[in-house]
């Protein structure tokens, strides 16, 4: 069956990198996202990254794949404290529904 | 960047009644699906619409819930007689279905909270 599974909390200081982690079962999944989510309000498409890629960089976003471990990481580069949000990976089989994670809450101290 | 529009933002309802979330999608997409999120658990999947019939649809979507695209603009989800374990955050997500990306977008979410 579908799972993915994710660290529940992050805690950083502002300015440092953080990564978030996160691992899924379904070695079908076409595509791989990163949501996230404030207090209060929907998800956000951050970035995906398609199966057949092993990096993908976005301005302060790196998200590296490896497959063969099905380990799905996020990198932000100089956190800020607006970063602070609920991270959501997701995995997605085919053009199929996508499954969620429970989501890393990240922490940014000044 | 694209934007899904849902109304209402929030709505609060008695056991029983029927509500019906509504969804504006992106203009282009041809996916649709809805979404729901309990206060503090995951995002759980609820149905797929494409070419006006569901394609996929959980166990959390029985009998109670529909959707339908009444006006090939709006996508809908009525559930018939709610109930309190129905309140929660329900998201809607639109699709192109194009080949060539992933980008599968969400609205702001409709809080229903059912007393």
């Known amino acids: 069956g579908e799972d993915v599974e994710q660290s529940l909390f992050l805690s950083v200081r502002e300015g440092d990198s953080s990564v978030i982690n996160c691992t899924y079962t379904?070695?079908?999944?076409?595509?791989l996202y990163w949501y996230k989510q404030e207090p209060g309000a929907g998800l956000q498409l951050l970035t995906y990254i398609f199966s057949n890629m092993d990096m993908k960089q976005d301005q302060r976003l790196t998200v590296l794949l490896n497959k063969k471990d099905k380990h799905l990481s996020l990198r932000i580069a100089d956190t800020q404290t607006g970063d602070s949000a609920i991270y959501f990976c997701?995995?997605?089989?085919?053009?199929?529904?996508?499954?969620f994670g429970k989501g890393t809450m990240l922490l940014v101290s000044p | 960047e694209p934007e899904v529009t849902q109304t209402p933002s929030h709505q609060v309802t008695q056991m029983g009644q029927e509500v019906i979330l509504r969804c504006v999608p992106i203009s282009n997409h041809l996916y649709f699906y809805w979404y729901r999120q309990i206060l503090g658990q995951k995002v759980e999947f609820l149905v797929s619409?494409?070419?006006?019939?569901?394609?996929?649809k959980s166990e959390i979507f029985d009998d109670q819930f529909s959707v339908e695209r009444p006006d090939g603009s709006n996508f809908t989800l009525k559930i018939r007689s709610t109930k309190l374990e129905d309140s929660a955050m329900y998201f809607c997500a639109t699709y192109s279905g194009g080949s060539n990306t992933g980008e599968l977008f969400f609205g702001e979410g409709s809080r229903l909270t059912v007393l």
């Open positions: 997701a995995e997605r089989p085919g053009y199929s529904t996508l499954t």
């Open positions: 619409f494409y070419n006006n019939e569901i394609s996929e």
């Open positions: 379904d070695s079908s999944s076409t595509y």
